[in-house]
């Protein structure tokens, strides 16, 4: 089993920063890739920021804001988050694709954290 826990998240000005970690545990054999999403209010959950061990992605409202990285060694990524803006309020979630060795087989899947709230506002 794999478990991804996040943490981070709070009340956050605009202008501000705020970093979200996420840890990955349990039977890993290797992350392909790491992202974060987010769900506001009344939306659909987008994609904010994702990584793999040869591009990074960014969703334009946070391009040159954001910065999404990866400690390989901690199997954590982070998601620095500065120029915070009040439509950046959102519920932010850890996304990862993960092989895990389960006896003779690798198996592939898609995990997700519980979620983190951040908000921003004066």
């Known amino acids: 089993q794999v478990q991804l826990v996040e943490s981070g998240g709070g009340l956050g000005q605009p202008g501000g920063s705020l970093r979200l970690s996420c840890v990955a545990s349990?039977?890993?054999?290797?992350?392909?890739?790491m992202a974060w999403y987010r769900q506001a209010p009344g939306k659909e959950r987008e994609l904010v920021a994702a990584t793999t061990s040869s591009s990074t992605n960014y969703a334009d409202s946070v391009k040159g804001r954001f910065t999404i990285s990866r400690d390989n060694a901690r199997n954590t990524v982070y998601l620095s988050m500065n120029s915070l803006k009040p439509e950046d309020t959102a519920v932010y979630y850890c996304n990862a694709n993960i092989t895990t060795r389960q006896k003779l087989a690798f198996i592939r899947g898609t995990y997700w954290g519980q979620g983190t709230q951040v908000t921003v506002s004066s």
């Open positions: 349990g039977s890993i054999f290797s992350i392909n890739a």
